[in-house]
């Protein structure tokens, strides 16, 4: 059995029919490590495409989209509730929240979890048979609770008109982020043994690119004017952009070391 605590919040994950080794390997977050250094790339043309798109939508009227002034609603409302309210009251639906991540995403990979786990304010943990970069980072990229309420609102959507309360989505939705967010950062900055299963660094690209993505999503879907083609376009002149700065740098060093060379 492998157990961790991270800030009284223990995992443990069984594993089973491990042989011993005796073959010298790469330690895995080695390896990690070179495919983060090759995200950054991603990392840096994605995020100026999120501003990229944020601009165009605020010019275009983003502040007057109403499913965008409920969403910012729900993160101010979050926002409220996080600095007036004691933690504790949050941290146990957040713990309970994790762990059911971490259930689900074993159970996506057909994995056995045992029935019960333990989940309470001080911490909770989950046995499973396997354990991989997915399942570890699960909950710092999947927001449960966002996940159930988009499940409930497409559901709702099939059966009945709910137009005149898609204000109440919006406005749990931007709550639901803004929780799942939160709790993310902080519990990062804490320091968590779920980042040293594939190493912190790649673990934290990993995090940041699919959050980023999950939130332009959102953007690209509430906007006024945007598009997915626009998108595409963006990402397309931001990537040559950033071949030709890359291509300049080399250029530079590569003139760098001829001069110290002679």
């Known amino acids: 059995m492998n157990s961790t605590k991270r800030n009284g919040h223990k995992v443990s994950l069984t594993t089973e029919n491990r042989q011993p080794t005796t ?24 995020t100026k495409n999120f501003f990229d798109a944020f601009e165009s939508a605020f010019q275009h009227g983003l502040l007057s989209t109403p499913p965008f002034l409920f969403f910012v609603a729900g993160t101010l409302l979050w926002g409220l509730f996080f600095w007036l309210l004691p ?52 909950p710092y990229f999947f927001p449960i609770y966002s996940a159930v309420l988009v499940s409930i609102y497409f559901i709702a959507k099939l059966l009945t008109s ?43 690209l990993v995090i940041y690119l699919i959050n980023l993505s999950i939130i332009t999503l959102l953007l690209l879907l509430i906007a006024p004017e945007a598009s997915f083609l626009n998108y595409w376009n963006d990402f397309c002149a931001n990537s040559s952009d950033f071949i ?17 060379a002679m």
């Open 23 to 46: 073959s010298p390997t790469i330690p895995k977050t080695w390896v990690k490590f070179v495919v983060g250094i090759f995200l950054l790339p991603a990392v840096w043309v994605l």
């Open 87 to 138: 933690r504790s009251w949050f941290f146990f639906l957040y713990v309970y929240g994790h762990e059911c991540t971490h259930a689900l995403w074993v159970k996506i990979f057909r994995g056995k979890v045992a029935e019960k786990f333990h989940v309470s304010q001080e911490g909770g943990h989950i046995l499973a048979d396997r354990v991989n970069t997915w399942i570890a980072l699960a």
């Open 162 to 204: 709910i137009a005149s309360f898609e204000w109440v989505f919006f406005l749990l939705l931007g709550l639901t982020l803004a929780f799942h967010f939160t709790f993310t950062c902080v519990l990062i900055v804490k320091g968590q043994p779920d980042l040293h299963y594939s190493g912190t660094f790649f673990s934290l």
């Open 244 to 260: 030709s700065f890359m291509n300049m740098v080399l250029q530079q060093v590569g003139v760098l070391l001829h001069r110290f």
